[in-house]
Structure formats: C-alpha cells, structure tokens
C-alpha cells in the first residue's frame, strides 16, 4: 500500500492570511499542479509562534552565521521565540510524515535565501532564515524549495522527484 506524501507549504503560499500584513500569496498554477499528486500541510512559523495577524515586518540582521530576527519598526528581537518554537515544532515534524517543504522566498522565518541587514557596504549576504535553517540543519536529506524556483516547470518536475524518493526512503526505512 502507498503511503501518501505530504509536503509541507508555507501557509500564505496555499491562499491562507497569515502575512505579516494579513494578507496571503497564492500561488493558484503551484497548487493547481500540486493537488492532484500529493496532500498539502500549510504552515505558518510566525503565525504559529504566536507572532499575530496582522504583526510588525521583520527582517534578519547582525551576523549571517547567526542573524537576529528584529521588527523594523520597534527593534524588538524575536529570534529566540521563533527558534525555541521552530525546535518544537521540528520535534513533532518527523512524526507528521512530511517529505518535503515549500517555503516563502525572501521570508526572515521561512526562506532559503535571505538578506542578513548589518552595518556593511554593498549588497547584504543571503541565509536561510530562522525556521528555514533549523529544518536544513535537523532535516538535510529533506527536499526544500521556493515558490520562485517551483515556477519553472523543469524545476517543479525534478523537486517532485526528489520527493517520491525522499518519500520512497522514509517507507523501506520503516519496514
């Protein structure tokens, strides 16, 4: 019997409101294309930090090594709320049978590469961000991609591929 896969979506990708500016960013021809092959988890990691909806833009800044999670506006440093929920949630991750992410680009919790603010000159450095990083760090084999990338339909071909196998692994890794 095959199991079904399930990836995980960053959940303003799947249409649910939960930006930073309440809003969401669908990606209807993602989904459209996505639906019939697998199930879809939405996830929201600063909605489900208790961040709120609507809530203040975030950026990373300081090191790219270790960057901090700051609203622009009232400098508040959410880094260690966003890490210790993203080690929670992360516990229960495996358990969900979740065999692969799609994540917002560009997000400070969620993308795979992110601009890290500092005092420096020229174009800042890229990390993952927050959430993003953590799962690469405790997950490495776990396909991850970004909508921007999943645009392209070679792309979204190959991504899917990596996930029947990741998905294909984690099955005979069971037996």
Same mark, same amino acid.
């Given at each position: 019997?095959?199991?079904?896969?399930?990836?995980?979506?960053?959940?303003?990708?799947? =249409?649910?409101?939960?930006?930073?500016?309440?809003?969401?960013?669908?990606?209807?021809?993602?989904?459209?294309?996505?639906?019939?092959?697998?199930?879809?988890?939405?996830?929201?990691?600063?909605?489900?930090?208790?961040?709120?909806?609507?809530?203040?833009?975030?950026?990373?800044?300081?090191?790219?090594?270790?960057?901090?999670?700051?609203?622009?506006?009232?400098?508040?440093?959410?880094?260690?709320?966003?890490?210790?929920?993203?080690?929670?949630?992360?516990?229960?991750?495996?358990?969900?049978?979740?065999?692969?992410?799609?994540?917002?680009?560009?997000?400070?919790?969620?993308?795979?590469?992110?601009?890290?603010? =500092?005092?420096?000159?020229?174009?800042?450095?890229?990390?993952?961000?927050?959430?993003?990083?953590?799962?690469?760090?405790?997950?490495?084999?776990?396909?991850?991609?970004?909508?921007?990338?999943?645009?392209?339909?070679?792309?979204?071909?190959?991504?899917?591929?990596?996930?029947?196998?990741?998905?294909?692994?984690?099955?005979?890794?069971?037996?």
């Amino acid at each position: 019997m095959n199991t079904p896969i399930t990836i995980g979506i960053s959940a303003c990708l799947f =249409g649910k409101n939960t930006r930073y500016d309440g809003g969401h960013r669908l990606e209807p021809l993602l989904i459209k294309r996505l639906v019939p092959l697998v199930t879809l988890a939405p996830l929201c990691p600063e909605a489900e930090s208790g961040l709120g909806i609507p809530r203040e833009p975030m950026r990373l800044e300081g090191d790219p090594k270790n960057p901090r999670l700051m609203t622009i506006t009232s400098r508040c440093d959410l880094s260690d709320r966003m890490r210790s929920w993203s080690a929670r949630r992360l516990d229960a991750f495996a358990s969900e049978g979740i065999v692969g992410l799609i994540l917002k680009a560009r997000s400070p919790s969620c993308g795979k590469r992110v601009a890290v603010h =500092g005092e420096g000159e020229g174009a800042p450095p890229c990390t993952p961000g927050l959430f993003a990083g953590m799962v690469m760090e405790r997950f490495p084999d776990l396909p991850i991609a970004d909508e921007e990338e999943l645009r392209d339909p070679a792309r979204l071909a190959d991504f899917l591929r990596h996930i029947a196998i990741h998905s294909r692994n984690k099955q005979e890794d069971l037996k």
